[in-house]
């Protein structure tokens, strides 16, 4: 991409109604545009993260077996009535609007009542169990409080995964293995040495859900973490009794704040008895479904990652979910010879399947150097009229700052990036 087909530009401050650095800086950057509190569109660099992002999860998801789908954002009154989750006492951030026709409908706050419904219409004996599904959607949720920028949107991007079994040791199996997958997403993301497994509340079925919490002071949330059996217990559920339960000891265990960038729960059949969801055993007696759901923040996990990977210059992405994976920048000389060479080192990069940013817009080196730090893409290759008249570029690392000259030899710097 040439970044002077970006209609979006990055901005020399940040933006001043915004509290957290996440949202703060991908303003900054051109990464996301606010449409108001907890609502933000995704720019093109940003879209590039989304993807990378959703990639890994998605190959992870598949690793399972489960298959994609996409469900609907409108969701039907009379479905959420059977578990009684429509009721505003019970479920207290529903957006909800009137037909013209009359009646009410929602958008979704998450799909398990949906998705429910809709294998009950499949699923029928235990011939087609176990199955698991999994989309990325996006959520609405009426949150009270959004001044954690897309770490908690009001519309946000989830990937939510359901399984089916039929039996308790089917279901088992499989949560253990969605749990392995996620530590690998989180571990591919660059988040792996600092993301933990940690009891919580929630458990609609088993005492507790597992929730993915990230140490960052951007979190919103608290754990108690010990380090050696990598194992926290959320301090909302902290008790002796839970302490002694889980083996994690308060008095020794850090206090950590966190962000939750995903949980796995263990549903049993709170879903599948209200709405019908059964199958028939081999000898034809007929059971409801056991269920898991297992949810990831999209946007949340982008946010998490900009906060962590940043430095006072801006954001330092990981190379796994960069928007690019290098940043070609052309210095200015009056006869256009070095955008000519850059254009060519450009063409020759994508052929050889490398992403590249080209910096080709006229303006200031030190501006180029400034939006470079600001939009954190792993390595920069700058070509200036001196090194050319060397048959030189300068590559640059963002995240340790070391610099390199390279011979203008596209075998070179695609060695350079891929071994
Ligand atoms: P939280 O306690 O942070 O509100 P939650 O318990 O409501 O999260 P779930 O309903 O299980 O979360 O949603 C699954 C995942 O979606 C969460 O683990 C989190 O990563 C993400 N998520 C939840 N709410 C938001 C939000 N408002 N904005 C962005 N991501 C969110
Ligand atoms: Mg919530």
Redesign the pocket.
């Known amino acids: 991409m040439k970044q002077s087909t970006l209609p979006f530009k990055t901005r020399k401050d940040a933006p001043k109604d915004e509290v957290s650095l996440n949202a703060r800086l991908l303003i900054q950057a051109g990464f996301i545009h606010k449409e108001m509190a ?1 609502v933000y569109s995704i720019l093109p660099l940003g879209l590039r993260v989304i993807e990378k992002i959703k990639a890994i999860v998605r190959e992870e998801m598949e690793s399972l077996g489960a298959a994609e789908l996409s469900m609907s954002a409108f969701q039907e009154k009379a479905i959420w009535e059977k578990t009684g989750r429509w009721d505003d006492a019970v479920v207290d951030n529903w957006f909800k609007t009137t037909l013209k026709s009359g009646g009410e409908l929602g958008l979704g ?2 799909h398990e009542e949906p998705i429910t419904n809709m294998l009950a219409e499949h699923v029928s004996s235990y011939k087609d169990l176990p199955v698991a599904v999994f989309q990325f959607q996006t ?1 609405f ?1 009426n ?1 009270l409080r ?1 001044k ?1 920028g ?5 519309e ?3 990937k ?1 995964l359901y399984s089916f079994s039929a039996t308790d040791e089917e279901h088992a199996a499989f949560y253990n293995r969605a749990k392995d997958a996620y530590m690998r997403i989180f571990q591919r993301v660059g988040l792996g040495d600092i993301t933990f497994p940690t009891y919580a509340t ?1 458990g609609i079925f088993s005492q507790f ?1 597992l ?2 919490q990230t140490i960052t002071d951007a979190g ?2 608290v754990i108690y973490l010990d380090r050696k059996s990598k194992l926290a217990i959320n301090k909302e559920i902290m008790s002796d009794d839970i302490s002694n339960e889980i083996g994690v000891d308060k008095a020794t265990a850090e206090e950590l704040k966190t ?5 796995i ?1 263990n549903l049993g059949t709170k879903f599948s008895e209200p709405l019908g969801l059964t199958f028939k055993d081999e000898k034809g007696d007929r059971y409801p479904v056991i269920m898991g ?1 297992y ?7 982008m ?1 998490t990652i900009a906060e962590v990977f940043s430095d006072e210059k801006g954001l330092v992405w990981p190379k796994s979910v960069a928007p690019f994976e290098v940043h070609l920048i052309a210095l200015n000389d009056a006869e256009g010879k070095v955008l000519a060479e850059a254009e060519n080192i450009y063409q020759l990069l994508r052929t050889a399947g490398i992403e590249v940013l080209l910096d080709d817009r006229h303006v200031s080196a030190g501006a180029k150097f400034a939006d470079a730090d600001l939009i954190g893409i792993p390595m920069r290759i700058v070509v200036g009229s001196k090194g050319l008249a060397d048959g030189t570029v300068e590559i640059t690392d963002r995240h340790t700052g070391e610099v390199k000259t390279l011979a203008i030899s596209v075998p070179d710097i695609v060695t350079h990036f891929h071994g």
């Open positions: 907890g706050i998450t959520k949720r949150e959004a954690s897309i770490m908690r949107g009001r946000f991007l989830m939510d929630g859900s929730e993915f919103e949330d962000v939750e960038v995903g949980n729960f759901s949810g990831i923040g999209i946007g949340r996990l946010g």
